[in-house]
């Protein structure tokens, strides 16, 4: 079913508002916005799926309210970009949640498997994905388009309920809790310009005055937000790495600036402003990079909890990123606190890998097969 009319929407609230569980998934596109621009929605409940189209100016208000009542669970597939279209729109977030991508992780589908994948696995079908790279802002949309988008949501219930069954009987549906709770943190969405800085990725960082840098990507944050357009469109992050190292002190060498283009005057004096304001800002008060590690963990240290890590997650069928990465072995090989130090995180693997540094568990090469041997079992 397509929805574009506000009448057809009441329809579908009115029968959502008894179901228990939504199924759930978006459109969108970004390429040329700060936010993400919403273009359609699916929807599924009992054998019922919908694609409503915003683009029609409906009133997507009682909609959003059943997507955020704590009475409903929500449904979907690597859902972190729908869950931020969701609090853009109404700055809350859905009280119960399920992902089907991070589900399939706890119960050993692997890294990051797609929906595509468990479809094939679970229901043994195959989505036609000729139409993925749909621009989904034009209009009007042809039946194979809305066929493939409902698609994201027709396969949901089977692979929810099979996930859940496997959840439940490999007890560990603490675990996907756990992993859920950051998706629910208002936090992961909210944009905070005076932290837009942290999130520039270039070398010559370290060379960058960080207070000016602070500042100019504080200055582009609020641009791209007012402009609702992406930061690379204001400036480009290297463009703003290269003034906060070279500080350009008149207009015209800010006009001058390669890689800038065509600025105009009004923004060539606000960019020498909010350079002059960073410069101006006390070095006890200028951000600092996060030194680096004085000390660094035995390679042959970290090569051992990697065997470990890969060994556990092999027997356990559990994907090995939800447990640890290279930066949480390097932490717990140097006596720190890691991810895995606690939780269920420790039960499948902090405790052995304790028992790795103390030298109770140990490799042993069997018949060809590698094992983890506990010491005891040694001594006979």
């Given at each position: ?77 690597s ?14 977030l ?5 992902d089907?991508?991070?589900?399939a ?38 039946k ?20 859940a ?15 859920e ?18 999130k520039?990725?270039?070398?010559g960082?370290?060379?960058a ?47 001058n600036f ?25 070095d ?14 035995d ?27 290279s ?54």
């Open positions: 079913m397509y929805i574009d009319s506000d009448e057809e929407l009441q329809k579908l609230c009115a029968g959502l508002r008894k179901a228990k569980v939504i199924y759930f998934d978006t459109e969108f596109m970004r390429e040329r916005s700060f936010y993400p621009k919403l273009c359609l929605i699916q929807v599924g409940y009992g054998k019922h799926q919908a694609a409503i189209d915003p683009l029609a100016k409906l009133d997507l208000k009682p909609l959003l309210k059943i997507l955020t009542s704590a009475t409903k669970l929500l449904v979907f597939h859902g972190r970009q729908d869950l931020e279209i969701i609090y853009n729109l109404t700055g809350k859905p009280k119960n949640i399920f089907t991508q991070l589900a992780m706890v119960c050993g589908f692997g890294e990051q498997v797609s929906y595509m994948q468990l479809v094939e696995q679970i229901c043994g079908e195959k989505i036609d994905k000729s139409q993925r790279f749909t621009d989904w802002s034009k209009r009007p949309l042809l194979k388009q809305i066929d493939y988008a409902l698609a994201d949501v027709v396969y949901l219930p089977k692979i929810h309920d099979s996930l069954g496997a959840l439940k009987t490999q007890k560990r549906g603490k675990w996907l809790n756990a992993e709770e950051a998706l629910l943190d208002i936090k992961t969405y909210k944009e905070n310009p005076k932290d837009a800085w942290t520039i990725k270039h070398k960082k370290k060379h005055d960080l207070g000016v840098l602070q500042a100019l990507a504080e200055w582009r944050e609020k641009e791209a937000i007012r402009k609702d357009k992406p930061r690379g469109f204001i400036i480009k992050n290297e463009i703003l790495v290269e003034l906060a190292i070279q500080r350009p002190k008149t207009e015209k060498a800010i006009q390669r890689g800038l283009g065509n600025v105009s005057r009004e923004t060539s004096a606000k960019i020498l402003a909010v350079i002059q304001q960073g410069c101006d800002l006390p006890s008060k200028k951000p600092k990079l996060k030194p680096r590690p004085t000390r660094k963990a390679s042959g240290v970290i090569d051992m909890l990697k065997l470990l890590l890969k060994k556990t997650c092999e027997k356990e069928k559990i994907a090995p990123r939800l447990i640890a990465d930066s949480d072995l390097e932490k717990f090989a140097l006596g720190e606190e890691a991810i895995f130090s606690k939780g269920w995180r420790y039960e499948t693997f902090g405790k052995k890998a304790e028992q790795l540094l103390r030298g109770e568990i140990f490799f042993k090469i069997s018949n060809g097969q590698l094992k983890i041997t506990r010491k005891k079992q040694a001594a006979k």
